[in-house]
């Protein structure tokens, strides 16, 4: 692991969010990006996630299948994809390993209304990464005594169709009592750039507390999610952009704003993000859309691999 010094540690908890250059190698990031092939080679599309985007389908029914499919997520390895790579028939018009917008949990009004899949728990390659002995170290540099991992997604960012993701705070999605118990890990599996759609920040927003969150709701029978409050307005122009490397970690605190703008370059983004909470006095919301099952438990970080 990068060394990483007391100063960046300051910093993360100052601003809210931290860079690593060359956290993971090239030949790590590498086999992360070939794992994906093999399960994008494998994946079975099922038809409620094809049909997002068909018109020939009955609507109501796509709704509830789309939604069935994000809130069944959680303890899975789910595909989702960018809009308009479907024809009326729900066949693919681009390639599926250029159509995908990422996987591990779902697409559902904007990019971030979801959050979980299995990856890190199902697949041996993102077990080892999620479980290597520098993000152990990394965590404890940080403070956390006991963390779970709650969540991970891939995330392909396309090029040309990669969409932008909107300002927002990721404890709108995973609510803890108190806040200040979630952080991101972002790791680019290649370079970030401002032309493919790299992180930017609102540096110290964490502080301000969340005005919005994401909860589960009954609408008759049917599970579905929404909105209380609203997210604030940002000033773009506070935004700072953050670059890195491939094989760079970004630590993302639950409560900075951050987003990405779209991919319009020639150049994919890929990346591998994962979330932990702090469980030591910490209570994970029952209204949160993500919890944790009998079959995935949210597993704890500190375990030997
Ligand atoms: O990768 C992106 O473009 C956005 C990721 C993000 O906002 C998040 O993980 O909370």
Avoid at 92 to 115: A, C, M, P, R, T
Avoid at 117 to 142: N, W
Avoid at 201 to 216: A, D, K, W
Wanted: glycine content about 8%; charged content about 20%.
């Amino acid at each position: 692991m990068a060394f990483v010094t007391q100063e960046q540690i300051s910093q993360f908890h100052k601003d809210g969010f931290l860079a690593l250059e060359e956290f993971f190698t090239s030949e790590e990031c590498d086999a992360m990006q070939a794992q994906i092939r093999k399960i994008i080679a494998e994946m079975d599309v099922p038809p409620q996630c094809r049909t997002e985007f068909s018109t020939k389908h009955d609507e109501q029914l796509q709704a509830q299948g789309s939604a069935e499919y994000f809130l069944t997520s959680g303890d899975k390895i789910r595909f989702f994809f960018e809009k308009g790579v479907f024809d009326e028939e729900g066949e693919f018009l681009v390639s599926k390993d250029k159509s995908i917008n990422k996987i591990g949990h779902g697409k559902y009004e904007q990019w971030w209304l979801s959050q979980r899949g299995a990856l890190h728990a199902s697949d041996g390659v993102f077990k080892q990464v999620t479980h290597s002995s520098k993000v152990q170290a990394l965590a404890r540099k940080i403070g956390l005594e006991n963390p779970v991992v709650v969540q991970s997604m891939y995330i392909f960012k396309q090029p040309h169709i990669g969409g932008e993701v909107t300002p927002h705070q990721d404890s709108t999605f995973l609510h803890t009592e108190p806040l200040g118990r979630l952080v991101g890990l972002w790791i680019a599996l290649e370079n970030a750039t401002k032309e493919n759609g790299c992180l930017w920040f609102l540096p110290g927003s964490h502080t301000s507390g969340i005005t919005r969150r994401m909860v589960r709701t009954l609408q008759g029978t049917i599970l579905c999610t929404q909105f209380i409050g609203s997210e604030r307005e940002y000033d773009n122009s506070q935004f700072i952009p953050v670059p890195i490397g491939k094989g760079g970690l970004i630590l993302i605190h639950g409560e900075v704003v951050h987003k990405s703008e779209a991919n319009c370059s020639e150049a994919s983004r890929h990346v591998y993000t994962f979330h932990l909470m702090e469980t030591k006095e910490t209570v994970w919301s029952k209204d949160n859309w993500l919890q944790p099952t009998p079959e995935l438990p949210f597993p704890p970080l500190y375990m030997q691999n």
